[in-house]
């Protein structure tokens, strides 16, 4: 057997194994629903697909920080720019009640900007917040196992809890994405407690390894583990 495949083998196994034990917990981000191109789209592909449905000026804005060094994706352009927000004509991220008062919008959901870790307190959010905190960190049954499925770790509210949970000696965090960024990845894939699987690398314990091909995606991650 050769290294590459004896540490494909371990990797396996090893997933397996955390997979089997108690008190495991999971983090599902959007990637998991991802179900080998019949679901929902990875976040590289998302600006290809909706693009042309953004109206002028926005789109321009938006590509001109897709296109400048050191942009990593649609979210982190979105970063970029002042007071960025979205109406239904843009990214449906509210929905008006009465389509003649702008002011009776309604927000459904949390859009992928800067604002996003200030809205997380307020609800119904702050309560799924805090019960997250409580599982990871402060409740009296921590998890002893948090699994990260198409997540790709670059949301720090979140990434401050789970770094949390890390520092204790019966927890381990997996994390499972088609694609981390070299900052992530490198941040994660040193610690002893971590198992990272994605398809260009991975790392089980602190040793760094070739990519898996298919275990990073939630629909195959539940057929074979």
Known sequence: MSKKE?????????????????????LLGAGASYLNGS???????IWDRINNSILQPERNEIQAKLDMDGTEGLEHALDLLENCWFSSNNIPLRVSLNSKEEDTWRRLMIPPQYRKATETTTQPYSALWTR???WLVH???PLNRLVCIGYGMRDQHVNDVIES??????FT???FAKKLTDECFKSWAGRENV???????CSLFGQEGPGHDRLWDFATLCKVV
């Open 165 to 170: 949970a890390t520092s204790r000696n019966d």
């Open 195 to 201: 198992i990272i699987v994605t398809a260009d690398c």
């Open 132 to 134: 997250f905190r409580a």
């Open 173 to 175: 965090l997996l994390i």
């Open 39 to 45: 679901g929902y789209p990875l976040a590289l592909t």
């Open 6 to 26: 004896n540490f494909i083998s371990e990797l396996e196994k090893s997933i397996r194994s955390q997979f089997k034990s108690r008190n495991v917990g999971y």
């Open 139 to 141: 409740g009296p049954r």
